[in-house]
């Protein structure tokens, strides 16, 4: 069997964690996905259908990292229980070429494939 290096792969989550944590910061949204208050759109927008357009596409960028950074938490989370590397489908072991290439993977290629 083709051993993972964990520890390897625990330090990559957390840094990938924290680049998302920081996109989100810059984008003015909390690690939860909420706009912050604080954050004014569209003072150098005159008009309120590119105000609009701006949020939107700003949000769009949001929901797509905090889906990312909730891929990579899971997937912490599993190293923590001792599950990582076991499809959270079918039970069976992930490839180790998978994990490398994707990390934050939690399903098997072919879980992956049937539930999209
Ligand atoms: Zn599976």
Request: proline share 3%.
């Amino acid at each position: 069997m083709n051993t993972l290096d964990i520890e390897a792969i625990r330090q990559d989550l957390e840094k990938a964690r924290d680049r998302l944590v920081d996109q989100l910061d810059e984008l003015g949204a909390t690690p939860s996905g909420d706009l912050r208050s604080d954050v004014d759109y569209g003072d150098s927008f005159a008009d309120a259908g590119a105000v609009t357009a701006e949020r939107t596409e700003r949000l769009g960028l949001v929901d797509a990292l905090v889906g990312q950074l909730r891929e990579v938490e899971k997937a912490l989370e599993r190293i923590e229980q001792g599950t990582y590397g076991i499809c959270a489908e079918c039970g069976k072991e992930i490839p180790p070429a998978r994990l490398e290439a994707r990390p934050e993977s939690t399903l098997c290629v072919d879980c992956k494939s049937r539930l999209g």
